[in-house]
């Protein structure tokens, strides 16, 4: 059953805005709730069971289905028999279960802390055990919840296929993509696009962030042989210049406070993909499976919105209102495939060790990646000793990695640091001190600023002009190639959108911080709206940072969009005395 409420007053309000003297008209928010019939033993969404006609129980706002595999790791690890579960009707929500209609308690947090040596023979117990798996319950069981919330399927089916239908006009066919990560929301868009479009000609792009389940890779393989999904083209968006762990060696694990990973290894590789395959296209329109219920920060979503991440792409969201308990009535229904982590008991699949990762997630790793998880733990103590964390193993088993933030006790950290001087002999004249040698490349990071002329300065000195699209002169750049003394003469304190000398100042630093901290992330690649800019990394390691004169616009957008200029400076801020 579907109910609006006010999220400002809290009132059930039957209609789309509050009609509050004090709410201004705000938006309601849906509520649903999912009942229980205690004689088909199966969670239906309304409150009588359209097969038995039974009146049903109030059991939570949503719900999953708990496949046999999960029964079998429950059973194991509350010490019941291997089959115990196998014929009751297990569901789950917000690490809750409910057996037969009834919640149990589960202390999963407990059990996230149980010691290496239980874990791993829970894993022993598990694989001795899983060929036995008895599904024959499971499936009549799913049968029966299909048949009772026909009409609800029904109706989600219909109001998504009739909300993507109405972008026909608007853009398309080779406009539109579908962002497809292998997880069950975005398998369920893809099916309800290709079938509402009537067609498997849309794009897929699939972002591998190289720390996906070694399931989800599987399911990727299957995807493109399945029936339903057998001919849709499947692109690839992945960071092959970067690894991962070499990257959390320089500038540490990501945390939940600052995941860089998903910058490096997922923004920036999709929007090179999207540049490819959409070369000469204004506009794209990405179908995503974002879902309100899945957090607080997507729950402000809106179903259609400009991506506030990669450029040119309109955003919209077709199941933006499913719950779970939506996503798995479509996916039993139509019978297609989806990705076997979650018959594991996993509610999400993205990088198998994102420190967002809840505790029954992170033990599920544990158990079914027990030697990922084994080899990413001794990375993560190697890095707390690195810091000078006092007791490293406690840091990371207690989990305060994952609250991490900035750059303390890393190397890198130390090269945001620019030091500078006024000259004191030009008016609007600095004199700086970089931290790594000028290079002929050097000077890309000042295009945004206007024009490099390299025939009026003085080459002697190493003088590089920057002038404006009349031929005026707003900078004026002094340093030898190899050298690491530069002066920069502030001729136009406008440049960049500034208001005074100090302002025009800091925007020059960001691009002295970027030119010291590069490591190759692409995400000034991913925000220019003009596609001008790009950064590679070359086979001895050096980082390439180039823009296009001619795409180029100098909207300076690439200059202050990130903390102090450079996204690495805001993944490594360090404290200073």
């Known amino acids: 059953m579907i109910e609006r409420f006010c999220p400002n007053c809290g009132l059930k309000i039957d209609r789309e805005t509050c009609p509050g003297d004090n709410c201004d008209g705000c938006k309601t928010v849906s509520k649903k709730t999912i009942y229980w019939c205690d004689t088909c033993k199966v969670p239906i969404f309304d409150c009588k069971c359209s097969v038995c006609g039974s009146e049903g129980e109030y059991l939570a706002t949503d719900v999953r289905p708990v496949f046999p595999e999960e029964k079998l790791l429950l059973s194991i690890v509350t010490d019941k028999d291997k089959h115990f579960y196998d014929e009751k009707s297990v569901w789950a929500a917000n690490n809750k279960y409910y057996v037969d209609g009834k919640k149990i308690n589960l202390p999963i947090s407990k059990l996230n802390k149980t010691d290496l040596e239980t874990i791993a023979k829970f894993h022993k117990e598990f694989e001795d055990n899983k060929n036995s798996i008895d599904s024959n319950y499971f499936e009549k069981n799913i049968e029966l919840f299909v048949k009772a919330n026909k009409k609800h399927f029904d109706y989600l089916v219909g ?10 006009d608007k853009f398309d ?40 389940f070694p399931m989800t890779l599987e399911y990727k393989k299957r995807f493109k042989k399945n029936s339903e999904s057998q001919g849709i083209t499947m692109l690839t968006a992945k960071n092959r210049e970067k690894n991962f762990e070499e990257l959390c060696d320089v500038i540490g694990p990501p945390s939940r406070v600052m995941r860089w990973c998903c910058t490096v290894f997922k923004t920036g590789a999709i929007q090179r993909m999207i540049t490819l395959a959409f070369k000469n296209k204004t506009k794209i329109l990405s179908f995503q499976g974002i879902r309100h219920s899945e957090s607080v920060a997507r729950s402000k979503y809106e179903r259609e919105s400009d991506s506030p991440k990669i450029t040119k792409q309109t955003v919209v969201a077709p199941i933006i209102d499913w719950i779970d308990f939506d996503v ?92 500078f001087e006024p000259c004191a002999t030009t008016e609007n004249a600095f004199n700086y001190e970089l931290q790594k040698p000028i290079t002929e490349e050097f000077y890309e990071l000042f295009k945004p600023f206007g024009y490099l002329n390299y025939d009026l300065g003085n080459k002697r000195l190493g003088e590089v002009y920057v002038l404006d699209k009349k031929g005026s002169v707003v900078l004026i750049l002094q340093g030898r190639i190899g050298s690491t003394k530069l002066k920069v003469t502030i001729k136009n304190p406008r440049i960049a959108k500034s208001k005074n000398v100090d302002l025009a100042e800091r925007k020059i630093k960001c691009q002295l911080t970027k030119y010291q901290m590069c490591l190759g992330c692409k995400a000034c690649e991913s925000v220019c709206k003009h596609d001008a800019i790009i950064v590679k990394e070359e086979k001895t390691g050096n980082i390439v940072y180039k823009i296009d004169d001619d795409k180029c616009v100098r909207c300076t957008e690439c200059v202050g969009h990130f903390s102090a200029g450079c996204y690495m400076r805001k993944v490594l801020t360090i404290k200073r005395g």
């Open 159 to 168: 109001e998504a296929s009739d909300y993507i239908r109405s972008y026909q």
């Open 173 to 212: 066919i080779d406009e539109m993509m579908v962002s497809f990560s292998g997880g069950k929301d975005s398998t369920v868009v893809s099916n309800l696009v290709t079938n509402a479009l009537s067609t498997k000609k849309i794009i897929h792009i699939f972002g591998d962030t190289t720390l996906e």
């Open 328 to 419: 798995w009535l479509y996916i039993l229904t139509t019978g297609i495939d989806f990705n076997d982590a979650y018959k594991l008991g996993y509610t999400r699949v993205g990088c198998w060790c994102c420190p967002n990762n809840g505790s029954w997630s992170e033990f599920l790793s544990k158990v079914h990646m027990y030697d990922q998880f084994i080899h990413w733990r001794k990375l993560l103590v190697d890095f707390a000793k690195k810091i000078g964390k006092p007791d490293p193993e406690v840091y990371i088993d207690d989990g305060n990695w994952k609250a991490r933030q900035g750059g303390d006790g890393l190397d890198e950290a130390k090269k945001s640091i620019i030091e």
